[in-house]
């Protein structure tokens, strides 16, 4: 039986190359990323589903599960690599980038487990 694997940030860096490595018989993966318009990549492969997700958005989190529990049955787990990073040097970080920096790397983000169905 296959298993179902949800990844988040997917349109690049650690994300894309989770999508790439889980590349098996055995694993289905759901792909997600804020422009999945733009992606040429992840849409070729086999048993991937590419949808978008900005997990500042929890509602978006509920409406991806049910897009991945559609096509796939189940979502066996998570693995969220969603974030960024700021760069540059500033006397004075603005508050409202920071923020959301925080918002989508540490907090408690649309693509928490808990706003996901149950994992099996």
């Not at 048993?47 to 529990?69: H, K, N």
């Amino acid at each position: 039986m296959k298993k179902t694997v949800l990844i988040t940030g997917t349109s690049s860096g650690i994300g894309k190359a989770a999508v790439q490595a889980l590349c098996c018989k055995w694993v289905e993966r759901h792909a997600t990323m804020r422009t999945p318009s733009a992606e040429t990549e992840l849409t070729t492969l086999d048993d991937v589903l590419v949808t978008r997700l900005d997990v500042r958005i929890r509602r978006a989190s509920i409406r991806l599960s049910r897009a991945g529990i559609a096509r796939f049955g189940n979502i066996d787990a998570l693995i969220n690599t969603a974030g960024f990073a700021l760069f540059g040097i500033s006397k004075a970080p603005h508050e409202r980038r920071s923020r959301r920096q925080f918002d989508v790397n540490l907090s408690d983000s649309g693509c928490h487990p808990g706003n996901l169905p149950p994992l099996p």
